[in-house]
């Protein structure tokens, strides 16, 4: 906790080092006179308290308004993205009083255009600060340099993108949890055997960052293991199960050497309801984050293992860092790096409440 | 963070609202005449910033001195139990303003009577609270009753104790975590391969509640996947290289059929630099802790998986849920269990600068 958030007063520090309000004043501002003694005793209490002005009465009384724009994919209610919005509300939440408002637009994480139609509009409105999930690059690139040239700061989360000016990143390291995917598969697989890597279909022109950063992770981990195995592709669609099925059983059928597969981003449970459909348990299945579908087939034994980056931290501590840098001119770490969770069945239980 | 730490003073909230600081007063503590306009208003604002009445003042103006004892093994830099007193440390240094005062005292983890001995005093002096780590089952319970005997709360941590009337926990599930290790392991070994179960020779006649707790997990894990492995057993001395080495050796010379090992504490760098030592390889080694010795050996290769349990979290939330009891009425929830983090070569980088 921060401690310009601990509640002393003036009038405390006045109490507790004897003195008068107007002492601590005169001390704090270094103006007026100060005997030495009362100096020394009133410094000592600062120094014991740890005292820093106090900047959110300041900001309360300055009645400036500020305006962020959060800019993520939509979700429904379970899926990967709530928890990301959960920690923007959650901090919104603990800003209350500072005369801040979130505006929250969403875009379809299958489809770049409705990225670029939300850009497009943004800079007619009053904005202070943006918090953008950084899936289609190109996109945000062209947002960002938009951003630089009216000065209006911005934070990355989801996958990085280096080179630009971003005020901070809050995310993984999307190449290392794609290398962590391939240990976790490569340890529970014969060493000749195929791995099948599942892609959803985008509607849009431009792939996701963070998918393609896993895929070369992953594929770069089986290289220096000196895998010998067959990699075998297939394309899936989001919301068509007969299609996926199809596709799917052909791919089996004729590759049945296949023990092991993933997919680069949350819905593995669709392969994950294929393989407890037909019965499959001998193919082993890892993929990302830990959004219910994922979870409830993890702990049934159908997903081997899940990896997982704390999103609600991530938009959490995006919209803190906004509000630090601009009410309170603090400044984060230009990368901050969530840790890599591995999820077992066995261990699913304690992070479930256990978010941020 | 609390809402209560948050600094909105009875001032501000009558800026917001327009009213006098004796409107917001007279509303909060619902006493004398408030119209009712002004009254919506107040409690509007109220609302918004979720306002507690200022305890931490409150707390400030008594006076009133809290004494807290922690009571922990001692410790070298860099070896496990520091975690749980870094935690300790900086909880204190957050609630430096409330005059409270933490006196830590060590006992030795290897030696059940070096806890006695702490304990026997304990009483003589003033104490508000404890926070004991619960090593040593017996003493725990006998010192718990002395506690409640003069209605002193107290908190555990490590491992739970149940039947006992501490405030909370605050630690992991070791039978769980032991759970844990034995998926680690089985999932890298053979089926029909043996596992070495490695334990540390303490003086006292006491076993460590958290060990036992998680053999049993382990060893019942086995049991239910149907291990057909045997199982081998070896103690070691805790600084005594040329001991364990040739122990160690007499027995891997022995079981050629040895894959795996565990430990079920944070020694397992003794396992470890053995294995590294001899070249062995194909030995895979689960062990417990995020402590230097066992993350070098991690990032090198030799050990296999890391089991650990946010120990500075620990430490850190025993404090300020004494503090939440005493000051400010709070009651945390009796157990709340830490996530158990599952970590290999390829994740530790980004949970070493992750503590909390």
């Known amino acids: 906790m921060d401690k310009e958030f601990s509640n002393i007063r003036i009038v405390d520090i006045a109490k507790m080092a004897g ?27 600062l120094e014991m308290v740890n005292y820093q002005p106090n900047l959110m009465a300041r900001s309360l009384a300055s009645k400036k308004q500020y305006h962020f724009i959060a800019i993520t994919p939509s979700f429904a209610q379970g899926e990967y993205w709530e928890a990301i919005s959960e920690g923007i509300d959650k901090a919104a939440s603990e800003m209350g009083a500072y005369n801040i408002t979130i505006t929250k637009l969403f875009f379809d994480q299958y489809d770049n255009k409705t990225f670029d139609d939300i850009v497009r509009n943004l800079l007619d409105k009053k904005v202070d600060g943006v918090l953008i999930a950084t899936l289609f690059t ?86 220096e293991m ?90 959490y501590e995006g919209i803190k860092s906004l509000c630090n840098h601009l009410l309170f001119k603090q400044h984060s770490e230009m990368v901050n790096l969530m840790p890599i969770d591995i999820l077992l069945k066995e261990n699913l239980k304690y992070y479930l409440n256990n978010k941020l």
Chains 1, 2 share one sequence.
């Open 19 to 45: 003195v008068s309000v107007g002492t601590v004043d005169r001390v704090i501002h270094n103006r007026g006179r100060v005997s030495e003694e009362n100096r020394k005793k009133v410094q000592a209490i």
């Open 138 to 223: 190109d996109s945000v690139i062209r947002l960002s340099r938009e951003l630089d040239r009216f000065e209006i700061p911005y934070i990355y989360v989801d996958s990085n993108i280096e080179g630009q000016h971003q005020l901070a990143y809050f995310g993984t390291e999307s190449y290392d949890a794609g290398v962590i995917a391939a240990r976790l598969l490569t340890d529970r697989i014969s060493p000749a055997s195929d791995i099948l890597m599942a892609r959803i279909i985008h509607s849009g022109k431009n792939d996701s960052n963070q998918g393609r950063n896993r895929r070369e992770g992953f594929c770069r981990y089986l290289k």
């Open 226 to 315: 000196r895998f010998t195995g067959s990699l075998h592709e297939v394309e899936l669609k989001i919301n068509d199960s007969v299609y996926n099925f199809t596709k799917l059983d052909e791919i089996f059928e004729s590759n049945p050497n296949i023990e092991g597969a993933v997919i680069f981003n949350s819905t593995c449970y669709i392969l994950g309801n294929y393989l407890k459909a037909r019965a499959m348990q001998s193919v082993k299945l890892v993929g990302y984050d830990l959004i219910e579908r994922n979870t409830q087939l993890l702990s049934e034994g159908v997903i081997t293992a899940l990896v997982a980056q704390r999103p609600e931290r991530q938009g």
